[in-house]
T-cell receptor, first 113, second 116 residues
Framework: SQQGEEDPQALSIQEGENATMNCSYK?????LQWYRQNSGRGLVHLIL?????REKHSGRLRVTLDTSKKSSSLLITASRAADTASYFC?????????????FGQGTILTVHP | GAGVSQSPSNKVTEKGKDVELRCDPI?????LYWYRQRLGQGLEFLIY????????KSGLPSDRFSAERTGESVSTLTIQRTQQEDSAVYLC??????????????FGPGTRLTVT
């Protein structure tokens, strides 16, 4: 079963707007990662946040992590049509620094030009 | 090559046939993962290799599924007596395991399997 749950399931915005996606998980984690998937094929790693971090930035991406609420959010600022994709959060279980990732169901983001 | 490659990219097979899916990880990556993604769903973990051994096979859905890895490189996922519910995209990923790495996983483009 999937540990991570993203919401919303789908998000439709205009170019230039910000997009926020949320992820919740159930068990303790070592880290949480966000991936992007275009056209239902290979995933691209976006950003990783460790369990002892609260916020991380990478370009137009901002990720927050609240381990007390077991939740994370991904913010994409000044969105572009090229950001249209599915976005997944993935967690690595606490106590491990390698091994399987547990993925959520994903958020489908559509950015209209 | 620079990234993870998988073959074939698409495979259509008849119910009951066996299929083999191949993954070539990034050179030097010791960890290799197989995931399955059904249409509109997230990824389901299948199996994880560290070197040539598989410390975690917990995601293999049945004994019809098996995987091996040789030479700490190529991996093959075999599905015997395929069923229609096996239809999915099978994704392979690899990661390095070394000091200072974040162990992020690099994914291949996947093999789309359709069982008719």
């Amino acid at each position: 079963s999937q540990q991570g749950e993203e919401d919303p399931q789908a998000l439709s915005i205009q170019e230039g707007e910000n997009a926020t996606m949320n992820c919740s998980y159930k068990t303790s984690i070592n880290n949480l990662q966000w991936y992007r998937q275009n056209s239902g094929r290979g995933l691209v790693h976006l950003i990783l946040i460790r369990s002892n971090e609260r916020e991380k930035h990478s370009g137009r991406l901002r990720v927050t992590l609240d381990t007390s609420k077991k939740s994370s959010s991904l913010l994409i600022t000044a969105s572009r049509a090229a950001d249209t994709a599915s976005y997944f959060c993935a967690t690595r279980a606490g106590g491990t620094s390698y091994g399987k990732l547990t993925f959520g169901q994903g958020t489908i983001l559509t950015v209209h030009p | 090559g620079a990234g993870v490659s998988q073959s074939p990219s698409n495979k259509v097979t008849e119910k009951g046939k066996d299929v083999e899916l191949r993954c070539d990880p990034i050179s030097g990556h010791t960890a290799l993962y197989w995931y399955r993604q059904r249409l509109g769903q997230g990824l389901e973990f299948l199996i994880y290799f560290q070197g040539n051994s598989a410390p975690d096979k917990s995601g293999l859905p049945s004994d019809r599924f098996s995987a091996e890895r040789t030479g700490e490189s190529v991996s093959t996922l075999t599905i015997q007596r395929t069923q229609q519910e096996d239809s999915a995209v099978y994704l392979c990923a690899s990661s390095s395991r070394g000091q200072g790495t974040s162990y992020e996983q690099y994914f291949g483009p996947g093999t789309r399997l359709t069982v008719t």
